[in-house]
Nanobody, 125 residues
Framework: QVQLVESGGGLVQAGGTLRLSCAASGRTFSGYAMGWFRQAPGKEREFVAARTWSGRSTYYADSVKGRFTISRDNVKNTVDLQMNSLKPEDTAVYYC??????????????????WGQGTQVTVSS
């Protein structure tokens, strides 16, 4: 059974940093694209960042570009999201996701087959 487990969420002041981690288990994720999405109360789930298996391509939402960095370790089957200069509008539940075959459109949630349970990130002003 495939499992994606996020960790690292919490409460931080505006301008602070957090690092989210996602551990994948249950099968080999060779070739899978990995992504991060977030969902704030009353809003739709939105794309944050994604990275291809090879790491040659990374994608970021405009709202996080320059502040967030996605990285992955294909040996350990982990994908991290380093979040710097956090803003109150970054407050949301953050989800890790895995996609196979590689997405046509990396920003679309339905392209991703497996999802974690989410981790809460709260940024206070």
């Amino acid at each position: 059974q495939v499992q994606l487990v996020e960790s690292g969420g919490g409460l931080v002041q505006a301008g602070g940093t957090l690092r989210l981690s996602c551990a994948a288990s249950g099968r080999t994720f060779s070739g899978y694209a990995m992504g991060w999405f977030r969902q704030a109360p009353g809003k739709e789930r939105e794309f944050v960042a994604a990275r291809t298996w090879s790491g040659r391509s990374t994608y970021y939402a405009d709202s996080v570009k320059g502040r967030f960095t996605i990285s992955r370790d294909n040996v350990k089957n982990t994908v991290d999201l380093q979040m710097n200069s956090l803003k109150p509008e970054d407050t949301a539940v953050y989800y890790c996701a895995a996609a196979w075959p590689p997405p046509v459109v990396y920003t679309t949630p339905r392209e991703y087959r497996y999802w974690g349970q989410g981790t809460q990130v709260t940024v206070s002003s």
